[in-house]
């Protein structure tokens, strides 16, 4: 076996991406999102004013990353610095005029709602009636909503991010509540997070009062069968069913990857969903607003700064809800584009040119056109072989970090006011995502992380690695696993706790679980290493341990 090699792809400090990728990462990804995600972080640096530019790059096929900050040069005229004072300028625009409203106000009256009407579209489509060229017509589509859909997902970060840093950086400076402990204060402000429960629950209304349907969900047919008679059983549950379906059906349930699969797939996952919803009408109970914990907050300000808590916190609140609803509109796209390589992929594995229809994502997309076309390609063993590398491998085999840090914003002394109180934000926002959770001691039945959703729970723990393990969720157990995406939302209602390798208290898990009102441990690095699968544990979403019992 040779051996890998990992260097620096450029200057600054890569991180590996532990948090969206478990390890290599497919061909057809590599080509169409990071270059979408660059252009929509680029436009949204330009319009905020944000003061890093961001780099991401493939070794060895694995994900790195990396924020160079922007740092004035004090050489007038340079480009450097030229481009420092031109991001100064339009930050503090952005702090004046409340820039993240426009974008808030676009996002909820022109381009989500587009989106979803383009994702809908896209669904809509039967792929088995479509020749070679309309397939590649209709593939065109998919990537194209799946670069507009990375884009904006890019773009919309700095609508919630900003307003965050403001809030979490004052106040912490005004109380003696830390950054970590004020997110708090956000809980309830991001509904979409718990999942399509107002959806989930109209299905489950329209069955109960349908006995054909109630019999058709609780029949010993395939899962693949019931969701199928649900889909085509005519008037309201139909009608619940597909739109349901269509919020849930084609979110990627274990990653961010087109290699991970759509809930659709996993047509078994959405019937156990059902049935429990059935037994135990499941909503999304969520943490409400708690006007004592904001009073309480309020009053330890001073009262000099009380109109400026005010504002800070109602933009902090507002805009908060954009984080999470980015991944529920390009997870569907993902879906959608891995649908249609899958059908690529079995029209070429029909024809000897591939192994299996999956193995279509480990092509580029040049080169899967021409296979498709019948031209010169790489042949279904070269294919074979990037698919074997790809999952014989993961996060372990590669470095955590790569190359060296440079000057950062924080060392600089004279930054002008608004470059500061950015600077501040940031730090102020890092600290509130990953706290300090240094302890003298954990003992060996312990597994500590960062305390993302407050609440206990004790129950068997359930490993997930991915999707495939799905079918080994019990009702009431925990889950373990070393990322999750949007897609686990589908099984929410079967467990009582979330623990996760990685995230920090803004990642997806952590504010899905506050939204929920499930307890939820994240960043424990180790978890699925030291729990195994049944144990009995606690966990503690307060003080971020998880307990073998």
């Not at 708690?290 to 309480?296: E, G, P, R, T």
Request: glycine share 8%; proline share 6%; with cysteine.
């Amino acid at each position: 076996m040779v051996e890998m090699t990992f260097e620096p792809p450029g200057p600054g400090l890569w991180r590996l991406d532990k948090t969206h990728f478990s390890g290599p990462v497919s061909q057809y990804y590599q080509g169409i999102c990071p270059p979408a995600q660059l252009d929509g972080f680029q436009e949204g640096a330009d319009y905020y004013g944000y003061l890093y530019d961001r780099g991401i790059e493939f070794v060895n096929e694995f994900r790195y990353h990396c924020f160079r900050p922007i740092v004035s040069t004090s050489k007038a005229g340079s480009q450097a610095e030229t481009k420092f004072q031109r991001r100064v300028e339009r930050l503090a625009e952005t702090y004046e005029t409340k820039r993240w409203r426009d974008d808030l106000e676009r996002w909820d009256t022109e381009w989500k709602p587009a989106h979803h009407e383009t994702n809908q579209s896209l669904q809509s489509v039967d792929l088995t009636d479509l020749d070679d060229d309309e397939l590649l017509e209709h593939l065109e589509d998919c990537r194209q909503a799946v670069a507009d859909g990375e884009a904006l997902h890019f773009r919309m970060s700095f609508t919630s991010g900003i307003p965050q840093y403001d809030f979490l950086n004052h106040t912490s400076n005004w109380t003696s509540r830390s950054p970590h402990q004020l997110l708090s204060l956000l809980d309830g402000a991001s509904p979409d997070s718990a999942g399509a429960i107002d959806e989930l629950e109209k299905v489950v209304e329209t069955i109960q009062g349908t006995s054909f349907a109630i019999d058709v969900t609780r029949s010993d047919e395939s899962s693949e069968a019931i969701v199928e008679q649900l889909r085509n059983a005519g008037g309201a549950v139909e009608s619940a069913m597909n739109d349901w379906l269509g919020v849930v059906g084609y979110r990627p349930i274990s990653g961010w990857g087109l290699t991970d699969p759509y809930a659709l797939e996993h047509p078994e996952t959405l019937v156990r969903t059902l049935r429990k919803a059935l037994n135990n009408r499941s909503e999304a109970s969520g943490t409400p607003e708690s006007y004592d914990q904001l009073a309480a907050v309020r009053q330890e300000v001073p009262r000099e700064y009380r109109n400026r808590f005010d504002e800070f916190y109602k933009e902090a609140r507002v805009t908060y809800r954009v984080r999470d609803e980015r991944n529920f509109l390009s997870g569907p796209s993902r879906g959608l584009l891995r649908r249609a390589l899958l059908e690529v992929g079995r029209r070429l594995e029909a024809r000897s040119r591939l192994r299996a229809s999956d193995h279509a994502l480990d092509f580029s997309h040049d080169e899967l056109v021409a296979a498709l076309n019948g031209e010169k390609a790489p042949t279904a063993k070269e294919v074979a072989a990037r698919v074997e590398y790809r999952r014989s491998h993961d996060n372990s085999d590669a470095p955590d970090q790569l190359g060296d840090r440079i000057t950062d914003l924080s060392a600089e002394r004279d930054l002008p006011d608004p470059a500061r109180r950015f600077v501040n934000g940031v730090q102020a926002y890092q600290q509130a995502n990953y706290p300090d959770t240094t302890v003298d001691s954990v003992g060996p039945t312990t597994v500590r992380g960062l305390g993302a959703s407050p609440g206990n729970a004790e129950g068997p723990a359930r490993v997930v690695s991915g999707p495939a393990d799905f079918p080994a969720i019990q009702d009431g157990d925990i889950l373990i696993t070393d990322k999750m995406s949007p897609g686990y939302n589908v099984i929410l209602p079967l467990l009582k706790g979330v623990v996760t390798d990685t995230g920090g208290k803004l990642s997806h898990p952590a504010i899905v679980a506050r939204e929920y009102g499930l307890p939820a441990v994240v960043g424990c690095e180790d978890a699925t290493a030291r729990i195994s699968d049944g144990d009995r544990i606690t966990i503690d979403g307060e003080s971020g341990t998880v307990q073998l019992l």
